[in-house]
Structure formats: C-alpha cells, structure tokens
C-alpha cells in the first residue's frame, strides 16, 4: 500500500504564495519521478513540475521562474514552492509518483494523491 499525503493548498491574493507538500509512505523501494499536476474546472490534467531522483526538473512553460520544485529523498517528499502567483494558477493540485514498490523489482507504478485545491483570488 502506498499512500501520497498532500499538504499546502489554500486561498490566496494574486502575488502571493503558497508552499505545496507531498509525502509518500508505505512499500515503497525506490521513488523514480515524483511531481504536481494540475487541474482546472473544464480544463484537462497538466503538468506542473516533477523531479527525478537524480534532481532533474521540468517545470511547466506557465510556472517556469514563479515555481520551484525540491525533493528530499530521504523522507520521499517533494515541496512546490509557487511564487507570483496567479488566477490562472487556480486548480486542484494532485502529487504524482512513478515509483517501484518493495518486492516487486523491475516494475513501475504510477500513484496519485487526493489533490489540494489552491485559488488564487484577483
């Protein structure tokens, strides 16, 4: 069983910021690629950032110099730091894992958190 427990989201004033975090546990053996996606009412899935477990990022064009996305791979954690933020960053924000679990070498799954709603008011 694993389980991505997010933290973070709220309501905020255009400019402003908000710090977004995602912790995952249970069996677990290696976390490959962990990030944020995002979405908006009427609007598909997009992605956010992720982090490989090497500490390469890809950032979405919309957030690239306002977001920040750092891992700790120690506590399989990763943090969204969102500067300047904007109405048009307004969505549920999921946590995603690509990740092997203990046992089952070689293998791949990919987990989702509950999602956390962030709004950014004008």
């Known amino acids: 069983q694993v389980r991505l427990v997010e933290s973070g989201g709220g309501l905020v004033q255009a400019g402003g910021t908000l710090r977004l975090s995602c912790a995952a546990s249970?069996?677990?053996?290696?976390?490959?690629?962990m990030g944020w996606y995002r979405q908006a009412p009427g609007r598909q899935r997009e992605l956010v950032a992720r982090?490989?477990?090497?500490?390469?990022?890809t950032y979405a064009d919309s957030v690239k110099g306002r977001f920040t996305l750092a891992r700790d791979n120690a506590k399989n954690t990763v943090y969204l730091q969102m500067n300047s933020l904007k109405p048009e960053d307004t969505a549920v924000y999921y946590c995603?894992?690509?990740?092997?679990?203990?046992?089952?070498?070689?293998?791949?799954?990919?987990?989702w958190g509950q999602g956390t709603q962030v709004t950014v008011s004008s």
């Open positions: 982090i490989t477990s090497g500490a390469i990022t």
């Open positions: 249970g069996n677990i053996f290696s976390i490959n690629v």
């Open positions: 995603n894992a690509l990740l092997t679990p203990l046992g089952v070498a070689g293998t791949l799954q990919d987990h």
